[in-house]
Nanobody, 120 residues
């Protein structure tokens, strides 16, 4: 059984910062990519940032220069530091991880989501 648990969401004023965390636990053999997605009301879920096991990163154009993704492999945790937040960043943020639970088995797991609300 693998779980992803997110934390760190909340209400912040425009221009402020938040740091999201997502910790994976359970029968984990290894973790490949770890990603952050978000879904605003009435919109499709979109990829915000991703990080490989080797710490290579990729960002959506809308968050480049403002958000930073990082991971702590010893803690099986991924972080999203969000600075200069805008009202349009308001969404439920989800973490996703490609987790190998054995030599032959790997699949994507999702967290439960954490609400980020930016007031203008």
């Amino acid at each position: 059984q693998v779980q992803l648990v997110e934390s760190g969401g909340g209400l912040v004023q425009a221009g402020g910062s938040l740091r999201l965390s997502c910790a994976a636990s359970g029968s984990i053999f290894s973790i490949n990519n770890m990603d952050w997605y978000r879904q605003a009301p009435g919109k499709q879920r979109e990829l915000v940032a991703s990080i490989t096991s080797g710490a290579s990163t990729n960002y959506a154009d809308s968050v480049k220069g403002r958000f930073t993704i990082s991971r702590d492999n010893a803690k099986n945790t991924v972080y999203l530091q969000m600075n200069s937040l805008k009202a349009e960043d308001t969404a439920v943020y989800y973490c996703n991880a490609r987790i190998r639970t054995s030599l032959l088995t790997s699949r994507d797991y999702w967290g439960q989501g954490t609400q980020v609300t930016v007031s203008s």
